[in-house]
């Protein structure tokens, strides 16, 4: 329990509808990614996600819904080729501090 009383779970604690402690919306999340013509293959997206949720299929970027929402494929994306529904179009940011090489780190 915290302060207020509440107790606190750790993802993976919950009910989901689909096991694992996830929610119908977090795994089909990527649906609302899709990528546009800009995209040249280089395959940032998939080595950024911590999921391993994004790969290249036919040198073309493919969700396999089950996105956690950190949408790291569309924030270090550097063609800004991926776009999210609902989100007007403009340069992603992330932290300053954070660089590509240190998502590949992992």
Do not use: K
């Not at 009910?15 to 609302?32: I, L, S, V």
């Amino acid at each position: 329990m915290n302060d207020a009383g509440f107790a606190r779970r750790r993802v993976g604690e919950e009910e989901g509808e689909h096991g694992g402690g996830r929610t119908a919306r977090q795994h089909d999340a990527d649906r609302a990614c899709s990528v546009g013509d800009a995209c040249v293959s280089c395959g940032t997206c998939a080595w950024g996600c911590p999921r391993e949720n994004v790969t290249l299929v036919d040198d073309r970027s493919t969700w396999r819904r089950n996105c956690e929402m950190g949408y790291a494929c569309y924030l270090w994306c550097p063609q800004n080729a991926i776009s999210l529904e609902g989100v007007p179009p403009t340069d992603p940011v992330h932290h300053p501090d954070v660089t590509l090489d240190d998502m590949l780190l992992r």
